[in-house]
């Protein structure tokens, strides 16, 4: 029986990102831009219901909600190839189209505002569901409808169905530039509160690394928006594979998730993939020999890696789950590891097994890709928390002037007073504390 997820885009970078997610997913799975499965796509032994349901006139729908607090991603998706695609009903777009002004606390606010039409969206399509095991959340924690509307869908989600497994693809600010977001700190940190408490999953995906790969491995010179979304729409793809094409392990949401979280407070999992193919460069169409011991030795590369961190010398793994996907015998899997094992590339903690995970997994029949063998780390370390620390200090510095802090008070539940950015930078602390603690060995003893 599959185990359906709806997926809910929130916000500009959510719907970018959806939009080309469920674009990847129509070439795997054979299904044309009007929803309509393709001649040469009918005898697949692929799981299309995971993401997609059946219409009465067969044609596949999307389980996914659209979400924006003013229009335009939302109306160029439905004026592109693939509007049709969508069920309109499952569209919401704010009546004064305004935005949240990159503000959290209106994204917020706006939410409380329309979250009956949004939970209604959400529960038809849940009890459209046979067996629903969970939600991906896409957005941006930068912004304002997705940083806070995001938020308070993650609330409202984790009081309205705590048994169904909440995971977000989060896409974290380049805070090595200046922003055009004046606020970003205060905004990110505000929503890492409601990722720590809220989410079981968060995949960790940061504009400053994206932007990297595509100018360094992908050779683009000026890169956009479309080539990192790209990048992100490919782990999305790629993350899902086992539950799309299953096999005999990993083939849903839990039992995935499971043995990449030991510790439930460290849930932030960072991503590599490789090799990197683009249409854009023709540096980055070069076809090379892949095999599992290339592709596994490439992910652990800090190069690959979709996420900026400042390892310490203490940093260390606390799981690893590899999704090997192509042409591969398991008898090369055993060898690859143990040749990692013996050069001690990857360090694990010290309290846990020391072992990377992998899951193998079909290519889609329906895309021809020049490489033999691709992969996906999906990686728990500590080094995360570094990136937490940029955003606190990022905040600390606004909040010793009070700069902005207007912009807040005008909403309901900032004009009293300012404890919510108390606590959601005590969360973020205790959590940065949380994965300091892990590095050590003696983590599993009790305090005395």
Not at 183 to 205: E, F, G, H, I, W
Not at 439 to 446: A, F, Q, V, W
């Amino acid at each position: 029986m599959p185990r359906e997820i709806i997926t809910i885009q929130a916000g500009q970078c959510g719907n970018q990102i959806g939009a080309q997610f469920w674009e990847q997913l129509c070439l795997e799975h054979g299904i044309s831009a009007d929803g309509m499965l393709e001649n040469f796509a009918t005898s697949g032994n692929d799981r299309k219901d995971v993401f997609f349901y059946q219409a009465d006139d067969d044609h596949y729908i999307p389980r996914s909600i659209l979400v924006d607090l003013e229009p335009r991603v939302i109306n160029s998706i439905m004026e592109s190839n693939y509007g049709n695609l969508y069920n309109p009903e499952n569209i919401y777009l704010s009546n004064d189209g305004s935005g949240a002004g990159n503000n959290w606390a209106s994204g917020f606010s706006q939410g409380e505002r329309i979250c009956e039409d949004i939970l209604e969206m959400l529960d038809r399509e849940a009890d459209n569901s046979d067996s629903l095991e969970g939600f991906n959340l896409l957005h941006s924690i930068a912004g304002g409808t997705g940083s806070g509307l995001g938020s308070f869908l993650l609330e409202r989600l984790s009081d309205r169905y705590p048994k169904k497994l909440l995971q977000t693809y989060s896409v974290f600010p380049n805070n090595d530039d200046s922003s055009d977001v004046v606020v970003q700190p205060y905004n990110s940190l505000l929503t890492l509160k409601r990722l720590a408490k809220n989410a079981d999953c968060v995949m960790v995906l940061d504009n400053a690394a994206l932007t990297r790969i595509v100018s360094d491995r992908l050779h683009i010179q000026n890169p956009d928006i479309s080539h990192t979304n790209q990048l992100v729409s490919t782990v999305l793809s790629a993350s899902t594979t086992t539950l799309r094409y299953p096999s005999y392990m990993n083939n849903d949401l839990a039992s995935m998730i499971a043995p990449l979280i030991p510790v439930p407070k460290c849930h932030f999992i960072s991503t590599a993939y490789t090799p990197f193919t683009s249409n854009s460069s023709d540096k980055a169409k070069i076809v090379r020999k892949t095999t599992v011991l290339d592709v596994m030795r490439r992910l652990l590369q800090t190069k690959n890696k979709m996420v900026s961190t400042t390892p310490s010398k203490a940093s260390c793994y606390i799981s690893i789950l590899n999704i090997i996907q192509g042409d591969v015998e398991p008898t090369e899997v055993h060898k690859s590891l143990l040749r990692i094992r013996e050069r001690r590339i990857a360090q694990f903690i010290p309290w846990g097994p020391a072992s990377i995970q992998v899951a193998l997994t079909k290519k889609s029949p329906y895309i021809h890709t020049q490489h033999r063998v691709s992969g996906l780390m999906m990686a728990n370390h500590t080094s995360i928390a570094s990136l937490f620390s940029r955003t606190l200090l990022q905040y600390d510095r606004l909040r010793k002037r009070n700069a902005f802090l207007d912009l807040y008070r005008r909403e309901q539940m900032f004009s009293d007073s300012l404890e919510e950015f108390d606590n959601a930078r005590e969360t973020v602390h205790d959590l940065i504390s949380e994965y300091k603690a892990c590095e050590s060995e003696g983590y599993l003893k009790p305090a005395l």
